[in-house]
């Protein structure tokens, strides 16, 4: 197994379908959103600098001896140090980062790269978010890592929450709660099979752009209501999601839909899909229409669209919401993995942070014995 480092994104495009390939149907591991997320989050950075490890079965750099990629960048503080992160992390939260790799060739993948992040005498940390339970390949090279003399701990975070699909929508509905059943058929009836509702599904350049400025519209206008900023008040959020969107929709995996009530839109999603699975990334609804329920109405319809385009899985996403539950969504736990070399600054570093964290759960502790 060779192992090759890579700075620029112009390098790797000849491994971009190797890099699909390994990467599977997981959206959030793809080329597309990565390299995406490396133009808008990283390239005017001055702190950050592209670290992309590619494992090859042999000495050739060709794309077909590609075996595992491990996509990240360093970044570079005077309070941290220089610190290895997956692409795709911070605030525009991929979810199921890792390793993507050929399941056959894991163990000697994980060491390979394990044994380069080793020999980089200037990484102080090693700092990976949203990592799955069920993602071997990342916590081998958690415990590769352990064995080269660092320090190494794994956190838990929030929770990523899906529903397994069954084959129909009447199946769907049987396993709900008889409530929660009885609920979503009155409002098919009373609400989405009468002419009042229209949802509509994106599906062509000419439609894109409208049904973007109602999801930005409908999502700002929640979020502010309940005082905060709403994720579109950040410039690179937004300039990220709309570049990739755009591209997404282009590979037919962008599931961006819209829901008019009377003639005005109330929601609107934004969701990745393939011929599996949708993911839930995004949405908004109409503050001034909370009586009509438009998030269970928008939710309804998208649900009903993945078991109809035969999905074996609808995924939620991070976070302990308990409308997740309520769609009987079974919880999938994630996890934060850091790694710190056993050498002298580093480890002072990882201290003070140690130390800062402590302190900030005592405030929060002593905050809500006295509020």
């Known amino acids: 197994m060779r192992l090759q480092r890579f700075d620029n994104l112009n390098d790797l495009l000849p491994y971009r379908d190797a890099w699909d390939r390994l990467a599977g149907g997981l959206p959030f591991r793809r080329w597309t959103w990565l390299a995406a997320w490396w133009r808008h989050y990283g390239e005017e950075q001055a702190e950050r600098e592209l670290s992309v490890w590619i494992a090859f079965s042999d000495a050739s750099d060709s794309a077909d001896s590609v075996r595992a990629i491990l996509p990240a960048y360093c970044e570079t503080t005077w309070t941290q140090g ?6 795709g992390d911070g605030e525009v939260c991929s979810e199921h980062l890792g390793v993507i790799l050929d399941p056959a060739f894991e163990t000697d993948a994980v060491d390979g790269i394990a044994e380069a992040i080793a020999a980089i005498g200037e ?24 064995r080269r003399d660092f320090t190494t701990r794994r956190m838990s975070t929030d929770r990523c929450w899906a529903i397994d699909l069954p084959a129909t929508w009447d199946e769907f509905l049987a396993l709900q709660s008889k409530s929660h ?33 109602t999801l930005v519209d409908l999502h700002q206008r929640r979020r502010q209501s309940l005082g905060e900023p709403g994720c579109f008040a950040s410039p690179t959020w937004a300039a990220f999601h709309w570049d990739v969107a755009q591209q ?44 009509d329920e438009p998030g269970q109405l928008s939710t309804i319809c998208s649900i009903r669209h993945a078991i109809a385009a035969g999905q074996s ?16 969504a079974t919880p999938r736990q994630a996890y934060r993995l850091t790694a710190v070399p056993h050498r002298l600054w580093p480890r002072l570093r990882d201290r003070v942070r140690g130390s800062a964290t402590n302190l900030r759960t005592t405030a929060k502790q002593l905050t809500s014995l006295f509020s």
């Open 82 to 87: 220089c610190v290895l992160r997956l692409l």
């Open 248 to 291: 997404l929709l282009a590979e037919g995996r962008l599931r961006l839909s819209t829901l008019t009530l009377d003639g005005q839109p109330i929601a609107a999603e934004y969701h990745v899909g393939n011929a599996e699975a949708t993911w839930a990334y995004q949405g908004g609804v109409d503050p001034t229409r909370l009586a």
């Open 313 to 328: 899985q609808f995924d939620f996403l991070r976070g302990d919401e308990p409308y997740k539950a309520h769609w009987r």
């Open 181 to 213: 059943r009885k609920q979503i058929r009155q409002m098919e009836r009373r609400v989405l099979d009468s002419p009042r509702a229209e949802w509509r599904m994106i599906a062509s350049p000419e439609e894109f752009g409208d049904a973007w400025q």
């Open 123 to 146: 990484i102080d940390l090693v700092d990976f978010t949203a990592i799955d339970d069920a993602d071997t390949a990342t916590m081998n090279l958690l415990g590769s890592l352990a």
